[in-house]
């Protein structure tokens, strides 16, 4: 891949952004119209976890090939080292301690902290990604890990997203569905919800309906799978999945580097699976799409050469996998070293959604096509 040079994060920021109205000199044919935007968040898989970052025991075909069809960031950066908070300053575009919800390192099962849950959560009249990009126009999504709140007072469809199906907790067995605490943890919008079946396949069974449906108008899909996050069950592990439960090992029971290897492949079909469904839609082109991770990996993780993982602030529990392909306004086969955080990418897709012009200043070489 070529390397692209460095600039200040000022400046990513604001060329990333304005590359949504063309404002680059870099930018050979400007956007005409608004891109639907597919932002897929992985949950704890560590900065080495994909064969083109260097995994060295398994293969991730799918997101390889993604790789070379846009930018892959070396020195890309989740907000936080635990979920929560990353998925807040997703969510508000501001550093997660900014607000209550986003100190929770992270929220707890909604029947560990009780009443609690009344009250904790991102506030309802806070300004979202989600609703930000719902208010320029665009028909909203969630598939997925929510993580921010529990109903009836939080919740997604409070956030600016039109339709959401997936897990309102942080943790649900891969086939039980069930949360830690042995809930029910399945919803579709606020209805909770029975289904069979593999937990990442049936996250990606449902992105894929949401991108095949007619569209009216641009649409937002936000797709969080909750793999490769503990419980550490592969595919075909429905019969010999333990139950999962509140004790002190909880985040670190069970699993083996070949159950993990399993689990990413799942991982690796599944998100090949929905770009296939966005070529096959005649979409591809029109769509930006942002692949990361909510925070470094756990045990089973490949990190080096970094040390630490999940819940630390060494390299391993911050320093993610994240790529970006845009057809036509970034240059495939790219690789850059550039310093880029959770929130990057929250200014990035309102900009690209709103066509909102930011001042440029000077730019080197950076991402977009010659």
Not at 192 to 201: A, K, S
């Amino acid at each position: 891949m070529a390397k692209t040079s460095s600039i200040t994060r000022r400046e990513f920021v604001g060329a990333v952004a304005s590359v949504a109205i063309g404002a680059s000199a870099h930018a050979s044919v400007p956007p005409t119209k608004r891109p639907n935007i597919l932002f897929i968040l992985a949950d704890d898989l560590g900065w080495g976890d994909l064969s083109c970052y260097g995994r060295p025991d398994y293969a991730t075909p799918n997101l390889d090939a993604f790789a070379k069809q846009g930018i892959r960031f070396t020195n890309a950066y989740s907000a936080s080292p635990v979920c929560t908070p990353t998925r807040c300053g997703l969510l508000t575009g501001r550093y997660p301690a900014r607000t209550p919800i986003g100190l929770q390192e992270p929220l707890r099962p909604k029947k560990v902290i009780g009443a609690l849950s009344e009250t904790l959560g991102l506030e309802r009249d806070h300004p979202t990604l989600s609703s930000l990009i719902r208010k320029s126009g665009y028909e909203t999504a969630l598939v997925g890990k929510w993580h921010l709140g529990y109903l009836p007072n939080f919740g997604p469809n409070h956030h600016g997203f039109d339709k959401f199906f997936g897990i309102l907790g942080s943790a649900a067995g891969f086939f039980t569905h069930k949360d830690l605490t042995g809930e029910r943890d399945l919803f579709e919008n606020e209805t909770p919800v029975e289904r069979i079946g593999y937990m990442t396949d049936i996250l990606t069974d449902r992105a894929i309906e949401v991108i095949s449906a007619k569209h009216r108008r641009p649409f937002y899909l936000s797709l969080h799978y909750t793999a490769p996050h503990w419980p550490w069950q592969g595919p075909e592990d429905a019969k010999t999945a333990p139950a999962i439960g509140l004790g002190l090992d909880g985040f670190t029971a069970g699993g083996t580097l070949k159950t993990y290897a399993a689990m990413m492949k799942s991982l690796d079909d599944g998100i090949g699976k929905v770009l296939r469904a966005l070529k096959r839609s005649g979409l591809e082109r029109d769509t930006l799409v942002v692949f990361t991770s909510d925070n470094g990996g756990e045990r089973f993780s490949y990190n080096w050469p970094f040390f630490g993982q999940k819940g630390q602030l060494y390299e391993g529990g911050i320093r993610v996998p994240a790529i970006v392909r845009w057809p036509g306004v970034i240059a495939a086969g790219q690789s850059t070293d550039q310093v880029a955080i959770t929130m990057d990418w929250t200014a990035t897709m309102i900009a690209a959604a709103t066509l909102k012009r930011i001042r440029l200043i000077r730019l080197t070489a950076l991402i977009f096509s010659h």
